[in-house]
């Protein structure tokens, strides 16, 4: 599936290794079809070694890491707002943006972290994917997105408090530390439970391999309820027995 890749670091990571999950994944390819029926390690989702912790125990989490920068989470994001809108009340979905060390990407991740502070983002987070990817709009720093966010109906300047405050710093530091732990090399990717993340064979069909991505979560999301078993519910109290009359 076409991503938008973090650019490789040179002190820690090899093209040997790179090369080693790239030939892998090519030979999965050619499995037969009724091998293919199931998730695949290594071609349709990853384990995650350790397994990241989640925000909430009692629901399976989906991630979404994403960055405005990349074209292929613009061409995702319609997509997944209509799979996301048909979740069952057992998974949690949210969201986390990466800035994978670019700045314009960075810049586009403290703008989502702005946005919901003022609450604009439900309103211009749609809006944003399409004018960097279908009016190619230079929304490369703060004030030329402050600008569009103005001339989009928000408030320019209580977007630029929020984007220059200390709680978007925290926030933006904390996404790129989850990426890291997460190991999240290209975007978009969905991370299922803290236990897996889930992707789509390369294919020339970008439309279709994204909507493999999601069938994927699909199927992941459903071997985490499995392992986790049957939910306990537990029990009401006993209902208070009504005074006897004097």
């Keep these: 599936m076409p991503t938008c890749d973090r650019p490789p670091k040179v002190s820690t990571r090899t093209w040997g290794a790179a090369l080693g999950r790239r030939a892998l994944m090519l030979m999965l390819l050619v499995l037969s079809p009724a091998l293919q029926a199931e998730p695949v390690e290594g071609k349709n989702f ?9 925000s909430q125990h009692t629901r399976i989490e989906v991630v979404e890491f994403f960055s405005y920068g990349c074209p292929h989470c613009a061409h995702f994001h319609p997509l997944l707002s209509a799979w996301v809108a048909k979740l069952p009340p057992d ?32 309103r211009l987070d749609g809006p944003l994917f399409r ?4 009016e190619r709009k230079p929304l ?7 600008d569009w966010v103005s001339h989009n109906g928000g408030n320019a300047e209580k977007f630029t408090a929020a984007y220059t405050s200390l709680a978007v ?10 990426a890291e732990e997460y190991h999240v090399e290209g975007v978009p990717v969905l991370a ?23 069938a994927n979560a699909d199927e992941l999301i459903a071997r ?23």
Excluded: C
């Design 46 to 54: 990853t384990t995650l070694t350790p397994p990241q912790p989640t």
């Design 91 to 122: 998974v949690l979905f949210r969201r986390v943006p990466v800035g994978f060390n670019r700045d314009p990407w960075i810049n586009l991740q403290r703008t989502y972290y702005a946005l919901d502070a003022t609450g604009d983002l439900a």
């Design 131 to 134: 004018a960097l990817h279908e």
């Design 140 to 146: 490369i720093d703060e004030s030329s997105i402050a």
């Design 169 to 178: 710093n925290r926030q933006s530091f904390q996404a790129d530390q989850m």
């Design 192 to 214: 299922i439970d803290g236990r897996y993340l889930a992707h789509a064979e390369p294919s020339a069909d970008e439309e279709q391999a994204l909507k493999d991505l999601l």
């Design 224 to 246: 985490v309820r499995k392992e986790r078993g049957p939910v306990k519910r537990t029990s009401p109290p006993p209902a208070s027995k009504a005074p006897r009359p004097m």
